[in-house]
């Protein structure tokens, strides 16, 4: 199983950041001029919800440090639609969630919004894009409002990174990366979860549970008509659930009652 394991699944990866040490690294990796002493233990899938009416966000990994400073660090593995936008809505719900009742403005410590991205966001070539606030008629001042977005970029081909960090894409990137420290240190962490059965349980029960709620999954099923009979998003599904390792008798369930299939159309499915 360990070999079908990739650290872009969010599940692994917040597995992995849920570990203190490690996700102390790779913010100082990414960010070798902040001095970070201590980091509170990381909430892995940190959910903000205000009220019934407001949109939710769900953060991979967010923690603070020893000034309270806040990194949230997401891994996108689509180059959907609105990644910029999504940044504002982050950094948006983490100011809220920052600021207490009463509090002054000035009270709001510096934000980091960190995107791990195996595609190039911007199709400049750069293994990171940093985007922080400035004057349009002049770009030496700066707002000051704390507020940093970080695109990290594993296809990168300029050399405008560290060594370390392009190690540590080239490896999110599932290429062979040999010899650093901590790249060794994510490989024995995720070998060791893929040794524990309760995890490999929870990484399945995961796996499944997003690919029957993906709003691509569902959007494809809207445009291939599934109640009308043409059912390839549905055959997709079941050979990715397959190559998953999810028992037959199982797979039948799920997909029989997610995509509200009837017994003729699953027979037609599975014969």
């Not at 009220?51 to 990194?71: I, P």
């Not at 392009?166 to 490896?171: I, S, T």
């Not at 028992?247 to 997610?258: C, D, H, I, M």
């Amino acid at each position: 199983m360990n070999n079908e394991i990739s650290i872009q699944d969010d599940f692994v990866f917040g597995s992995v950041m849920s570990n203190k040490k490690l996700c102390q690294q790779l913010i100082q990796l990414i960010l070798p001029e902040v001095k970070i002493e201590r980091i509170e233990f990381p909430t892995v899938q940190k959910t903000i919800q205000e009220t019934q009416f407001s949109h939710g966000v769900r953060f991979d990994v967010y923690t603070k440090d020893q000034d309270g400073v806040v990194y949230e660090i997401d891994m996108q593995v689509r180059h959907t639609r609105g990644l910029p936008q999504r940044v504002r809505y982050y950094q948006g719900r983490i100011d809220s969630e920052m600021l207490k009742h009463g509090q002054k403005y000035a009270a709001l410590r510096r934000s980091f919004v960190i995107f791990i991205c195996p595609f190039d966001p911007f199709g400049l070539g750069l293994h990171r894009y940093d985007f922080l606030s400035y004057c349009k008629q002049d770009k030496s001042l700066e707002l000051g409002d704390g507020r940093t977005a970080i695109f990290l970029n594993t296809k990168g081909t300029e050399d405008d990174v560290s060594k370390d960090l392009r190690n540590f894409l080239d490896y999110v990137d599932n290429k062979d990366v040999e010899n650093d420290e901590y790249v060794d240190e994510l490989k024995d962490y995720i070998q060791n979860l893929s040794k524990n059965t309760e995890w490999r349980n929870d990484y399945m029960d995961n796996k499944t549970h997003m690919m029957f709620h993906d709003e691509d999954v569902r959007e494809e099923g809207r445009k291939e008509g599934i109640a009308t009979g043409k059912m390839e998003t549905v055959r997709g599904t079941i050979s990715l659930l397959r190559e998953a390792g999810l028992p037959e008798e199982q797979l039948k369930s799920k997909v029989q009652r997610q995509f509200n299939l009837t017994d003729s159309q699953m027979q037609k499915l599975f014969e």
